[in-house]
């Protein structure tokens, strides 16, 4: 098994030995297998960093072996550096949830965290994947243990969200599945995505595949106007839920885009570049105000979510090296803020069981330590210079203003109201006196929580002043695939 492998099937391996244990058994020894085999899967990535050669678009750490022979299907992995980032990321973020859920989990405690590590793994092999069935197997099983985990530890309308996540996703990637079939016919009886990548296809055939693929991962992401399932689902879902739903499983949606539609129909992408923009902007505007008016503090950050995905699919269609890689940056950094901020928002309701913005105020006077944090995850959601908010939005908003000066400037308009409504719900929540009892009893965070928070808030630092370990890797294989997008429009 090489270093993918392991990455995949460690947290797959320990989520199923928690199961086996049995839902009698002992909640401490179960917390602690959890975050063991987390750490350990988290681990197992980090050579893919130290041992990533720059300066090639090649894929790396390559492993493949047939799966199913007579139909050519292949269990082939690997890694570039579009996808490095997001390996390193979901281990990243497990350990984090893990950590999160340890006190807030009392009910089927073993069924939960399994359910997180083995989300974990078919996650990280959605992004290594490089045969299409193989992503089309990895890409729904990841419904299936999020399914679970609002089904049964979400909140009083669990049920509801829970089908209208599934329902949503799983019928826009029924095209998808579609569209791999016809691109396996075309091919020969290849399910090899670098091989799609060659294909010669008629104008046709590019729109139709590119509307199919658009059906599976714009729900994901998810782009206006398929987002509505989002706020609903993030309202009911669990801490952690929400927190890997909003810093991972909405990056596989993004992901889709950069390693299907833009190299396999290159000539659609650019053509319907357009619509793309135009969702983008209305994303990053309209449900920015949206946002603005919100009164559960999830929903609040849930719109916010699909405001700031809107910057990566707007940086992807514009088609320059600056505006991609800021893309694909603003999907890592979204990746440690986003996942903060429902982390902050489950300490809160732990304690006061409300996610209401007016059950709060006061909160810095009873907590400020928490307080504190809290104030450096709102300005990174904001997009302030140096925290890893900043990054993406301005490469984006730079390679807007390079492309087309009146898209740079609506894009940048975004960051208003992106403070307005952050920092509107901070002042409400945690500045002023305190403003009932139920906040003045309440007590600053402990340990594992300021350890799960000093995680997050060295990412968030981290990538903000020093983004160059970030955008390194990525350079080269963004160069490589517009070169692609370029030489095929000129075909």
């Known amino acids: 098994m090489g270093l993918l492998s392991l990455a995949i099937w460690v947290p797959i391996f320990f989520g199923v030995g928690l199961l086996a244990l049995g839902k009698e058994s002992h909640v401490r020894t179960v917390r602690w297998i959890a975050l063991i085999g987390a750490t350990i899967s988290f681990l197992v990535t980090l050579p893919l960093y130290t041992g990533f050669e720059l300066g090639t678009s090649a894929m790396q750490f390559v492993e493949k072996s047939s799966w199913i022979p007579r139909f050519n ?253 800021g893309g694909i940056v603003q999907m890592i950094a979204h990746g440690f803020v986003s996942a903060a901020m429902f982390l902050c928002i489950g300490v809160l309701y732990d304690r006061v069981h409300s996610r209401e913005i007016a059950s709060y105020g006061g909160v810095v006077n009873t907590m400020p330590k928490f307080a504190a944090f809290a104030l450096l995850f709102a300005m990174a959601n904001c997009g302030l210079p140096a925290t890893a908010g900043f990054v993406g939005e301005w490469m984006v908003i730079l390679g807007a203003v390079k492309s087309n000066f009146w898209i740079g400037m609506a894009a940048a308009s975004a960051l208003i109201s992106g403070a307005a409504y952050t920092l509107w719900m901070y002042k409400r929540v945690y500045l002023g006196p305190v403003t009932n009892e139920k906040v003045k009893n309440l007590l600053d965070i402990n340990s594992r929580e300021f350890l799960m928070l000093a995680m997050l808030a060295v990412a968030v630092l981290y990538m903000g002043i020093y983004p160059k370990p970030f955008t390194d890797v990525m350079n080269t294989s963004v160069a490589d695939l517009l070169r692609h997008v370029a030489l095929s429009k000129l075909n």
């Open 73 to 325: 299907m292949n269990y082939h992995l690997g890694v570039d550096g579009i996808s490095l980032w997001f390996v390193l990321l979901t281990a990243f973020i497990n350990v984090v949830v893990i950590i999160a859920s340890w006190e807030a989990i009392t009910t089927r405690v073993n069924q939960y965290m399994a359910s997180f590590l083995i989300l974990s793994g078919l996650m990280i092999g959605v992004f290594a994947a490089l045969d299409g069935m193989l992503f089309y197997v990895f890409f729904e099983a990841t419904l299936i243990p999020m399914y679970l985990i609002i089904g049964i530890w979400g909140g009083p309308n669990k049920i509801y969200a829970a089908f209208k996540f599934f329902l949503y996703t799983l019928l826009g990637s029924l095209l998808m599945l579609v569209a791999l079939i016809f691109l396996y016919n075309k091919s020969g009886g290849s399910f090899d995505i670098l091989a799609w990548h060659q294909l010669p296809l008629s104008a046709t055939a590019q729109t139709l595949l590119f509307f199919s693929f658009f059906a599976a991962f714009a729900v994901k992401v998810p782009m206006f106007p398929v987002h509505t399932w989002l706020p609903d689902v993030h309202v009911e879902a669990p801490t952690g839920g929400s927190a890997v739903l909003a810093a991972i499983m909405l990056k596989l949606g993004a992901y889709g885009f950069l390693r299907f539609s833009m190299p396999i129909v290159p000539d659609a992408s650019r053509e319907w570049a357009w619509l793309m923009i135009t969702f983008s902007l209305i994303a990053v505007i309209y449900v920015g105000l949206v946002a603005l008016v919100q009164r559960d503090m999830k929903k609040l950050v849930a719109y916010s979510s699909v405001a700031h995905m809107g910057f990566v699919t707007l940086g992807f269609f514009l088609f320059n090296d600056l505006s991609v890689s």
